[in-house]
């Protein structure tokens, strides 16, 4: 009877088998790490209190193998994870978070011993914590912190045998200029800033074979491959208040180019052939707008720096000389074009005046490349193959035009 009573409760503490079937299956367990250094702790006189200590129930305390879990905010942050003793590195190991970390029992540690964990993860900022060993909590939380930068625009323009990079930051940046040693290029680096770019960055142009961003950590990295290795780079930093964004521009250019004197840049928009038509020229402008939207043909017509921003300019200073120095917007605002401050007003609001699109348009053509010409005057955010049909649109809607 005793044997069937013991069967009797054994039957109802167990749970049914089909119960323990249909559990939900658990997440999958942390990765396990040893950071156990190879050698113990030298013997000190400390030893001797803690072989006294066992016979009051202290052996569990000092003679236990150890066990605490990392885990990291965002989850799966890279870990370094080192044991130190006296400041020397006794052990290293790489990990994953979440993982749970072995380390000596007690006894075999000093009181100079010390437990160093440090946590990265691309797109925020490296965080180190470090405990005494005797002292690790059994679960360590580590919270990273965004990055205080954002690299929310990069952008490839090819305009007048130049090819020029932007990149937009929300912050001032700091930028780092690497030669590569492996192709012809460099690499801009820009320390502890996120890539916050939507899309995938693609690109090439006169002197640009291909180009590309990652993020390496805390750093945004922007690869740049050229057609020859002599490329010279030159680069300038201002800021765009509508934005509230840093503009960084890097011109890619032939050792000895020097920049386009004014006059150069007057005589050049001279030889463009055109002359305005208002029917036309509000086609060709309604086109582009129904393809890109007001706003990004406006942030594109926005001073960066580049050498685009001169012929920009000159072309405004143009469209005036054909109405004795004035231009109109479509608000029927006019501006002077010889007034520092109405021709400001002017570029600022050139979206909207009256013929300055198909200006800029019959400027594109007169490139050898007028696909990539125009989207580099009004959309450089774009590639090239998406604004093929952004271009060839405007051109069906220009049919029979001056030009």
């Not at 072989?51 to 000092?62: A, R």
């Not at 979440?98 to 990265?120: E, G």
């Not at 690497?178 to 012809?184: L, P």
């Amino acid at each position: 009877m005793r044997t069937a009573g013991i069967f009797l409760v054994s039957f109802f503490l167990c749970p049914p088998f089909a119960a323990v079937s249909a559990a939900p299956a658990e997440e999958a367990a942390p990765e396990v790490v040893d950071l156990i250094p190879a050698e113990p702790a030298a013997w000190s006189p400390k030893n001797v209190f803690v072989g006294l200590s066992v016979f009051f129930g202290g052996w569990n305390y000092w003679y236990a193998v150890r066990e605490f879990e990392v885990e990291t905010v965002p989850p799966e942050a890279d870990l370094g994870l080192y044991y130190l003793r006296q400041n020397f590195q006794k052990r290293f190991v790489r990990a994953h978070a979440p993982s749970r970390v072995k380390i000596p029992p007690r006894a075999d540690t000093t009181p100079k011993d010390a437990v160093r964990i440090h946590a990265t993860a691309n797109g925020y900022l490296a965080k180190d914590v470090s405990f005494e060993a005797r002292d690790v909590p059994e679960r360590v939380t580590i919270t990273l912190s965004a990055l205080p930068n954002g690299l929310v625009f990069l952008g490839q323009t090819s305009f007048a045998g130049r090819t020029t990079i932007t990149l937009r930051t929300t912050e001032q940046p700091e930028v780092r200029l690497t030669k590569s040693s492996r192709t012809n290029g460099f690499s801009i680096a820009l320390t502890k800033t996120a890539l916050k770019l939507e899309g995938k960055v693609s690109g090439s142009g006169a002197r640009l074979k291909s180009l590309d961003a990652t993020q390496v950590g805390e750093d945004a990295v922007v690869r740049v491959e050229t057609d020859a290795p002599d490329v010279e780079v030159r680069s300038k930093q201002s800021f765009d208040p509508v934005s509230s964004q840093y503009v960084s521009v890097f011109d890619l250019v032939r050792p000895g180019t020097t920049a386009p004197t004014d006059a150069e840049i007057r005589a050049r928009l001279d030889s463009v052939p055109f002359t305005p038509n208002a029917a036309c020229d509000a086609r060709y402008a309604a086109a582009l707008r129904a393809s890109l939207g007001e706003a990004v043909i406006a942030d594109a017509l926005r001073p960066s720096g580049g050498i685009a921003d001169l012929y920009r300019r000159e072309a405004m200073l143009r469209l005036g000389r054909f109405r004795e120095g004035t231009v109109r917007t479509e608000a029927g605002e006019t501006l002077h074009t010889g007034s520092s401050l109405e021709l400001a007003l002017a570029l600022q609001s050139a979206a909207t005046v009256e013929g300055y699109l198909a200006l800029l348009g019959a400027l594109a053509r007169s490139e050898p490349e007028p696909v990539d010409a125009l989207r580099s005057l009004i959309a450089p955010q774009l590639t090239a193959a998406q604004f093929v049909p952004v271009y060839e649109a405007a051109e069906a809607a220009r049919a029979g035009c001056h030009g």
